[in-house]
């Protein structure tokens, strides 16, 4: 008898080594689907291992303009698994993947959590064409505690949108119905 396969979140670490120094420690997330947890850790190494390349990098956008002097080699390097978490059966809009221990925090801090649609890189970076799941990280609060701090989660969220904007709105859709006696919807860190 044959399991139904389960998804999985896989939080992979990797790391950008540039030939120069600067090296830089990274967490990507990984939808694995698997029939079990073991086969999700591996499929999870397989994932990491093919994330493994080198390119060339200099300052500017345009690689034309380049000057020889700035380019250096940088290549990814897959450490391992920081986390593997089962998410289950269906991916659904608004399935929370991850959520991180909660904070304290005032509303000034809050505040410089949130990141303006302007700024959220997803409308600059390259998007598949038939890119139909996005993942939201939201900030919400549950109560305060006894010295006015808001007990504050990031919660990761799956969002399926056909473009980067719907997917912003229905994020923020999303997040605008938490709002509900406790708790409070105070926006997007990273779409």
Not at 83 to 103: C, V
Not at 135 to 141: G, N, V
Not at 170 to 189: D, K, S, V, Y
Request: charged content about 25%.
């Amino acid at each position: 008898m044959t399991k139904n396969p389960q998804w999985y979140l896989a939080q992979l670490i990797e790391e950008q080594k540039f030939e120069h120094g600067g090296n830089l420690l990274d967490v990507n997330f990984a939808l694995i689907s698997a029939t079990s947890a073991d086969n999700a850790y591996y499929l999870a190494h397989d994932v990491g291992r093919d994330h493994e390349t080198s390119f060339l990098v200099a300052g500017g956008d345009d690689p034309r303009k380049w000057d020889e002097a700035e380019k250096q080699l940088a290549t990814i390097v897959f450490h391992g698994l920081r986390n593997l978490s089962l998410i289950g059966p269906d991916l659904k809009h608004g399935t929370e993947m991850y959520r991180e221990k909660p904070r304290l925090l005032t509303e000034d801090e809050i505040g410089e959590l949130v990141t303006p649609k302007e700024e959220q890189s997803v409308f600059t970076d390259w998007i598949p064409e038939d890119a139909e799941w996005y993942i939201a990280e939201i900030i919400k609060s549950v109560g305060q505690n006894e010295q006015e701090l808001f007990i504050v989660y990031l919660c990761m969220i799956l969002i399926k949108a056909a473009l980067p904007d719907e997917a912003f709105e229905r994020a923020m859709e999303f997040g605008q119905n938490l709002n509900q006696h406790t708790t409070r919807f105070w926006g997007i860190r990273m779409l």
